[in-house]
């Protein structure tokens, strides 16, 4: 009788014995010697079987706890051709790969009509709370009568064959999760590849992945990562692409502002304070590691934090010119009425723009009742403005927002689709428009401009 190899799941690996004859299995496995038995990474239990399989090598798969789930899409929503195609194009490719679509483009139905594509069990990993209980109404809607479990802001529901999760929670939870679900599904999937989160990958035996993304870049170049833990970019659409049909029409306005003269003489000399260090130290801050450098310099020395200051000051007097208020002033008087979400990278400037125009803000430091509350009447119109910093980015959905202002944090490309996607959502009559003010003369000039080449 033919000798047949178990394979089970441990604790996020793999363990296959006795080994199977041939050598389709060798390039996956690796002798563990506290065990006796070959241990393998969970994330190569797909290639693994796929080898065994066209091997003819008969295995006793004991690994996989994942569980058939026949899906009905009740949505009612008839599939733009960019969603039938992303679709297409994830299912041509395998089932894995990440799906790159602005924000409003409808990156949430994609994955409800890839569940009901791929009839197992699954687990959606989102970035925040305000998404986890979006995703779980969405995925009631879209499939009455199927249980969705949550785990994540107080929920704890590891046997749900349909379980939405926080990226923080499925990380905790990543060595009991692993072997439970056939497809995983990452919404903001760049979110993914840091240290922390990559495990909820890593320590799966899903061999079904789908990534959802406006845009997958990273600043630390682990982007580059998410071709091993979900797989290739298998579709992609920009914002232009799709305006005017499935997102609004919209216009992009530059306007640049000048500093004052006092404002330029002390950016300048805060600016040539910081450059002085940097060059003694030999520090580029033209990438991530030397930003690291930098930090980890001004705190180890008087001159490194006077440095670090300087930086900061500079930033500050870039962020928050006098000129930049009156222009902003300029602008609401422009769009009286429509529903208007001003965007500043920090939260000194969010508090400044709130007391000195009575705006109501949003920060992370605005009690998570108070939040929901401003935007459920900014929403229905009682609010026709809010300012925020990097809270809005993601997560939130705000279809009557036209206008977008940003007063700075003009230079990641993420950040940006981000803050546009806010006001792209597709309303009869709506044409957005979104306002970057720029200091002229200043590295916010410099970065936008890069992210305008890339």
């Not at 010697?33 to 006793?60: H, S």
């Not at 300048?268 to 520090?283: D, G, H, P, S, W």
């Not at 991530?288 to 500050?316: I, T, Y």
């Not at 009690?367 to 509350?373: A, F, I, L, Q, Y």
Request: aromatic share 8%; with cysteine; net charge positive.
């Amino acid at each position: 009788m033919p000798r047949i190899s178990t394979l089970t799941y441990d604790r996020g690996t793999l363990l296959l014995h006795p080994p199977p004859k041939g050598k389709a299995w060798v390039d996956h496995a690796e002798w563990d010697d506290r065990v006796e038995k070959f241990r393998l990474p969970a994330d190569r239990y797909r290639p693994l079987i796929e080898a065994l399989k066209a091997a003819g090598t008969r295995v006793d798969d004991r690994a996989r706890a994942f569980t058939d789930l026949p899906l009905r899409f009740a949505g009612g929503h008839v599939p733009h051709a960019h969603q039938a195609e992303a679709l297409a194009a994830w299912k041509a490719a395998g089932r894995r790969g990440v799906v790159v679509l602005p924000t409003g483009a409808g990156k949430t139905l994609v994955a409800q009509l890839a569940l009901e594509a791929t009839p197992r069990s699954a687990l959606i990993v989102v970035p925040t709370l305000d998404l986890l209980h979006q995703w779980y109404a969405g995925l009631r809607t879209a499939f009455p009568g199927t249980a969705v479990g949550l785990l994540g802001g107080g929920s704890r529901d590891l046997a749900a064959p349909l379980l939405v999760a926080t990226y923080v929670s499925a990380a905790a939870e990543a060595e009991t999760l692993g072997n439970r679900y056939a497809l995983l599904i990452f919404d903001e999937v760049h979110h993914l590849p840091a240290g922390y989160t990559r495990v909820i990958a890593e320590y799966s035996i899903a061999p079904y992945r789908l990534g959802l993304t406006a845009t997958p870049e990273r600043s630390d170049g682990r982007d580059r990562d998410l071709e091993g833990l979900v797989g290739p970019t298998v579709y992609s659409r920009a914002p232009e692409e799709l305006a005017g049909g499935a997102l609004a029409p919209f216009e992009l306005v530059r306007m640049p502002v000048a500093l004052s003269d006092e404002e330029r003489r002390r950016y300048e000399e805060c600016v040539a304070r910081r450059n002085r260090f940097l060059q003694e130290r030999k520090i580029f801050l033209g990438s991530l590691e030397g930003w690291r450098r930098f930090v980890r310099a001004s705190a180890s020395s008087p001159a490194g934090r006077a440095a670090m200051l300087a930086h900061r000051e500079a930033k500050l007097l870039a962020f928050g010119t006098q000129e930049k208020f009156r222009v902003l002033e300029e602008l609401l008087a422009r769009h009286p009425g429509r529903r208007t979400l001003i965007f500043t990278d920090d939260t000194a400037t969010v508090y400044r723009v709130a007391e000195e125009f009575l705006i109501p803000a949003i920060t992370h430091q605005t009690p998570v009742k108070e939040r929901h509350e401003t935007l459920g009447y900014f929403r229905d119109g009682t609010y026709p403005v809010i300012v925020s910093s990097r809270v809005l980015n993601e997560g939130v959905d705000v279809p009557e927002a036209s206008v977008a202002i940003v007063m700075s944090g003009t230079g990641a490309r993420r950040e940006h689709i981000q803050r546009l996607g806010r006001i792209l959502r597709p309303v009869a009559g709506k044409r957005a428009v979104l306002y970057e003010i720029i200091a002229e003369g200043t590295s916010e000039e410099g970065v936008s401009k890069r992210r305008g080449r890339r």
